[in-house]
């Protein structure tokens, strides 16, 4: 996952990255030029690491995917979906999402104030559905390794791949 809180560090964590994972673009408060230009550079690096890239909210430039209630296009062969609670897990079934980020399992910077979940209750949210679900919310490879055996297909973050 990025965003403006990354800054400059956002470089450093694609290349951090292991191959084969992949990159949710959201930066939404960045301007529509900029933006743009950026995920043409995120786009770039991912490719020459084997990464994948999927946007959140509505961009012009084509990616691998799109992340979330947006219009889906051909183009994009991935569809990923945030889920927070059940319904919002069947409506990205509904949606035809490809993976489920169910968050936050953990309290996080990303939604202040908000207990996180826990790893069997947010597993519980993606549960039975047949879509891979990723484990979103104060992870780090710790306690990604202590969550695992809950079921999750694996795991997303921020703040761990800046250090």
């Known amino acids: 996952m990025t965003d403006e809180r990354m800054g400059d560090a956002l470089w450093a964590a694609l290349r951090r990255v292991p191959p084969g994972s992949g990159i949710v ?5 960045t301007p529509a030029g900029e933006r743009r230009a950026m995920l043409r550079r995120v786009k770039r690096v991912a490719s020459a690491r084997g990464l994948v890239v999927v946007v959140a909210g509505d961009s012009s430039i084509a990616a691998d995917g799109v992340h979330g209630r947006v219009r889906a296009r051909a183009i994009w062969r991935i569809r990923t979906w945030p889920a927070h609670d059940r319904a919002e897990a069947l409506a990205g079934r509904r949606a035809g999402a490809d993976a489920l980020f169910v968050s936050p399992v953990h309290a996080t ?3 202040a104030g908000a207990s996180g979940l ?5 597993m519980r949210i993606g549960r039975g559905l047949g879509i891979p679900v990723i484990a979103l919310g104060g992870m780090d490879e710790s306690r990604w390794r202590r969550i695992r055996r809950f079921g999750f297909h694996g795991w997303a973050a921020i703040d761990a791949w800046v250090r």
């Open 25 to 29: 673009f959201r930066h939404y408060a």
């Open 109 to 111: 910077r990303s939604h």
């Open 118 to 122: 826990g790893p069997a209750r947010a």
